[in-house]
T-cell receptor
Framework: AQSVTQPDIHITVSEGASLELRCNYS??????LFWYVQSPGQGLQLLLK??????LVQGIKGFEAEFKRSQSSFNLRKPSVHWSDAAEYFC?????????????FGKGTRLSVIA | EAQVTQNPRYLITVTGKKLTVTCSQN?????MSWYRQDPGLGLRQIYY???????DKGDVPEGYKVSRKEKRNFPLILESPSPNQTSLYFC????????????????FGSGTRLTVV
């Protein structure tokens, strides 16, 4: 079964600084990978997803993520953080040959942005 | 607008009083699911449904019931709520529940914050 780890529970960055949120997964083959964002009081919104092909994936709100098979990672990046990016971020993994296996979510990383 | 709609957004209830949280999607999605979100525990799946009349337990099904009588609706039922079910609940849906379903990702509702006193 697949699993996903987000090592950082909480990260604080200054507005305008760069951001990298880490995600490591465990799966025997190439998985489907997702990043979701949850703004305060809101549901989860899909930021980006990786299925195959180019390992650098562009998403909404200026985010990107890079799939690194050798490191079993799918880290989320943004070159310049805005105060509105303060939220909780979830990485999720799905099995390519899943049949009926649901997505597995990490426990989330809470991002705080300071002036 | 394509969306998953949950109601109510906020609910305070007393122990033992049956309640239902509704979930409806307008995207003709086959797959629907319920999650609860608790601090430090992330999202945990309660129940899911691959299609009409097909439901299955997730990781934390105890104390909950679901039904899927029609494609668009997937209500979550708490027959006898207890304080440990105080949580933030999310409904999610996906295009297909079949092989390779994972590639579609999920669309989430805005959440229901439930407090059981």
């Amino acid at each position: 079964a697949q699993s996903v780890t987000q090592p950082d529970i909480h990260i604080t960055v200054s507005e305008g600084a760069s951001l990298e949120l880490r995600c490591n997964y465990s799966y025997g083959a190439t998985p489907y990978l997702f990043w979701y964002v949850q703004s305060p009081g809101q549901g989860l919104q899909l930021l980006l997803k990786y299925f195959s092909g180019d390992t650098l994936v562009q998403g909404i709100k200026g985010f990107e993520a890079e799939f690194k098979r050798s490191q079993s990672s799918f880290n989320l990046r943004k070159p310049s953080v805005h105060w509105s990016d303060a939220a909780e971020y979830f990485c999720a993994v799905g099995a390519v040959d899943s049949g009926n296996t649901p997505l597995v979510f990490g426990k989330g990383t809470r991002l705080s942005v300071i002036a | 607008e394509a969306q998953v709609t949950q109601n109510p957004r906020y609910l305070i209830t007393v122990t033992g009083k049956k309640l239902t949280v509704t979930c409806s999607q307008n995207m003709n999605h086959e797959y629907m699911s319920w999650y609860r979100q608790d601090p430090g525990l992330g999202l945990r799946q309660i129940y899911y449904s691959m299609n009409v009349e097909v439901t299955d337990k997730g990781d934390v099904p105890e104390g909950y019931k679901v039904s899927r009588k029609e494609k668009r609706n997937f209500p979550l039922i708490l027959e006898s709520p207890s304080p440990n079910q105080t949580s933030l609940y999310f409904c999610a849906s996906s295009l297909s529940g079949g092989g390779g379903m994972a590639q579609w990702g999920y669309t989430f509702g805005s959440g229901t914050r439930l407090t059981v006193v």
